[in-house]
């Protein structure tokens, strides 16, 4: 069974950094491509990043891009996001996916961690 | 960017109604969409990929059609349980934009 759980998330200052961890188990994590979605309190899903399975290759969304950096370690099964220059437009839950394998859509979710960016 | 716009914003209907959710995007995106489903606190849960395919284990009143630039999501008979908001993903091209978000209301 696939699971994905996300941890560090919490409340960090304006202008400050984060990074998000999900730890992946029940499948072949280096096979696979990840994502990075947000929900922002009472908003929809944003995409925000993935990465390839061999993390040769990675994508932002423009909202993020020169702020946030996708990494995974395939030796220790984790998936990462560090995320500096926080605003508060960054508030939101940070959902883990992984996605299909060879194509985009995502077939699993991890249960999510808040970040909240407040002084 | 391919810019998807997903309508209703907000749909109200009784068990047993048949329901469409249509998703049009800015350009085609041939049959890469896919639909989640989700309920208030959790994670979204994959119904549907490339357009048509029902993901496994779901209800098969569930399905989807449609190509290019607008595509659709059907439940064919509501059920309790299906009472949730919906969204559709491109994944055509990065950045693999969301709909806004169909909200499925008890009428």
């Known amino acids: 069974e696939v699971q994905l759980v996300e941890s560090g998330g919490g409340l960090v200052q304006p202008g400050g950094s984060l990074r998000l961890s999900c730890a992946a188990s029940?499948?072949?994590?280096?096979?696979?491509?990840m994502s990075w979605v947000r929900q922002a309190p009472g908003k929809g899903l944003e995409w925000v990043s993935a990465?390839?399975?061999?993390?040769?290759?990675?994508y932002y969304a423009d909202s993020v891009k020169g702020r946030f950096t996708i990494s995974r370690d395939n030796s220790k099964n984790m998936l990462y996001l560090q995320m500096s220059s926080l605003g508060a437009e960054d508030t939101a839950v940070y959902y883990c996916?992984?996605?299909?394998?060879?194509?985009?859509?995502?077939?699993?979710w991890g249960q999510g961690t808040l970040v909240t960016v407040s002084s | 960017d391919i810019q998807v716009t997903q309508s209703p914003s907000t749909l109200s209907a009784s068990v047993g109604d048949r329901v469409t959710i249509t998703c049009r995007a800015s350009?085609?995106?041939?049959?890469?969409l896919a639909w989640y489903q989700q309920k208030p606190g959790k994670a979204p849960n994959l119904l549907i990929y490339?357009?048509?395919s029902l993901e496994g284990g779901v209800p098969s009143r569930f399905s989807g059609s449609g190509s290019g630039t607008e595509l659709t999501l059907t439940i064919s008979s509501l059920q309790p349980d299906d009472f949730a908001t919906y969204y559709c993903?491109?994944?055509?091209?990065?950045?693999?934009?969301f709909g806004q978000g169909t909200k499925l209301e008890i009428k």
């Open positions: 029940g499948f072949t994590f280096s096979s696979y491509a």
């Open positions: 990465i390839s399975g061999s993390a040769s290759t990675t």
């Open positions: 996916a992984k996605r299909a394998y060879m194509y985009g859509y995502c077939d699993s």
């Open positions: 490339k357009a048509s």
């Open positions: 993903q491109q994944y055509n091209s990065f950045p693999y934009t």
């Open positions: 350009q085609s995106i041939s049959t890469w």
